[in-house]
């Protein structure tokens, strides 16, 4: 039997390892610390965690490009861990330098990574708040002077809502985002579901808890739901890894996620 990573924590000094870093590591990022690749090693001999994030990185890559090529310049970016290794600004800014992007995490460790990267930027800042505190978040000072709300914005959740439970009534926070923004704008989710591969989305929660964290997967219904009165975009609610991608992607981590882009009916 592979050996399994030993617990760790969601928070972060260098004594031990953090989510955002790890992540960072699965995608080839430079914001990470010994402690953080030991633990990385681990499990993705424990389960293909590199291949997962790359899957959702990839999609989140893929989707804000279809948005900032169809003319959307604001991004919020709720859930963003360390904006590094491909992330929205690096994306959208190629197709217009003008685009702004404000990043939102609530682990202190992560903003503190996150405002260092982008500290002689003027478009693109971090938020440190709770994703499940719209006013909080839509309030924030780096909101308010980056992000004009009479003009369309892509909202973008990319792997963080199966980090809020049932009890946190994710499909009631992602409709105040979505009602904060005017028609025209766009809803970017990919969410962990066990609809298509249970048994490595069993590993994967698994080692959601080693790492502190509940993961709740969710189906395909449930995902739908978040875009109320939103227009999904074709290919609708699909496999992540397969959403606008040339060429097939059969690998089972592909399907770990779904992965949908809505555009707000006037
Ligand atoms: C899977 S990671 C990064 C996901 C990133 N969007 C991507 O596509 O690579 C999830 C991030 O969400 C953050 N997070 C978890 N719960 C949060 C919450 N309630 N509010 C804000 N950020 C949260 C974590 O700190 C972590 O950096």
Known sequence: MQERPKRVSAGGGVERPNLARLFDYYLGGA?????????????????????????????????????ATAGIRQ???????IPTAGNVHEVVERVDPSCRVVYVDNDAATVAHGRTMLRTSTTAAVVHADVRDPDAVLNAPETARLLDLDEPVAVVMVGILPYLSDDDRPADVVAKYREAVVPGSRLV????????????????????????????????????????????????????GTWHQDGEDTSPSSCLSYGAVGVRLP
């Open 31 to 67: 914001h990470n610390f010994a402690v953080d690749r030991e633990f990385a090693e681990r499990s993705i001999k424990f389960f293909a965690a590199d291949d997962a994030a790359r899957t959702t990185r990839s999609f989140l890559r893929r989707a804000v490009h279809l948005c």
């Open 75 to 81: 991004f919020l970016d709720l859930g963003s861990g």
């Open 189 to 240: 989710v990919s969410h962990l579901t066990a609809d298509l591969e249970p048994e490595m989305m069993g590993k994967l929660v698994h080692l959601g808890t080693l790492a502190g964290t509940t993961l709740t997967p969710r189906g395909e219904a449930a995902v739908a739901e978040l875009f109320t009165g939103f227009d999904v975009l074709a290919p609708g609610v699909v496999p992540a």
